[in-house]
């Protein structure tokens, strides 16, 4: 039987691997449709708003890459618990996703003098402030269980996984750049040893981005 869900984006982490990490933790069955470049032209007309990711599901459609991720959480479980703790999953979310596109900027800029300042004025402020930021979110909504936000792991500790994660793929960090982070450490070090999850990391395909 086909999986219900189809998520189609290009062969690449970028703007899609948030929601491929939230279906391999949950478990959930998806089809991974990478489609290149070549074929985008004729798709693009038919999608909600011009761009990719998509996800299918039940003869619908739905757009914008954590609309799908946040849609996604909610139904597997892992949004949060109750209004507020959600909206602090989501802020977490809405922090790593800025992040994420200081990252993308950064791989794709063709201008070599500004990639560098750019990456520069990531890695010694932007992404510290960042990190010192989420180190007090994990200090006032964490339970000291190495999750963000309550007891229990959220999609918000995958945001900030998948932003890191690129950041290190990209080659902009390593990932003893977080070892003065220890709350973030531990996430990573958590995240590590959840089986679906570690199971995908190592099996994923390897893309350029
Ligand atoms: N805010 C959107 C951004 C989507 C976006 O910019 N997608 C790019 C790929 S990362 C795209 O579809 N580019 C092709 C195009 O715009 O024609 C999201 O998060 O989903």
Do not use: C
Not at 167 to 183: L, R, T
């Amino acid at each position: 039987m086909p999986a219900r869900y189809r998520l189609t984006y290009f062969n690449g982490r970028a703007r899609a691997e948030l929601i491929r990490l939230i279906f391999h933790t949950a478990g959930e069955e998806f089809e991974d449709n990478r489609i290149d470049t070549g074929s985008w032209g004729q798709l693009k007309p038919n999608t909600p708003f011009g761009a990719l990711p998509i996800l299918e599901f039940d003869g619908l459609a739905l757009a914008q890459s954590l609309a799908i991720a946040r849609f996604l959480a909610r139904e597997f479980g892992i949004a949060g618990k109750g209004r507020y703790e959600e909206a602090v999953v989501d802020s977490i979310v809405d922090t790593a996703n800025d992040i994420l596109g200081d990252i993308i900027k950064i791989i794709f800029n063709e201008d070599d003098k500004l990639k560098k300042e750019n990456q520069k004025k990531f890695v010694e402020n932007i992404l510290p402030f960042t990190l010192n930021s989420l180190e007090n979110i994990f200090h006032k909504h964490g339970k000291g269980q190495s999750y963000a936000v309550g007891n229990d792991l959220t999609y918000a500790d995958l945001a900030i996984f998948n932003a890191l994660d690129q950041a290190v793929q990209a080659g902009i960090v390593n990932w003893q750049y977080f070892d003065k982070y220890p709350n973030i450490s531990s996430l990573l070090r958590r995240l590590e040893d959840t089986p679906r999850l570690a199971g995908y990391l190592k099996t994923r395909p390897h893309t350029p981005y």
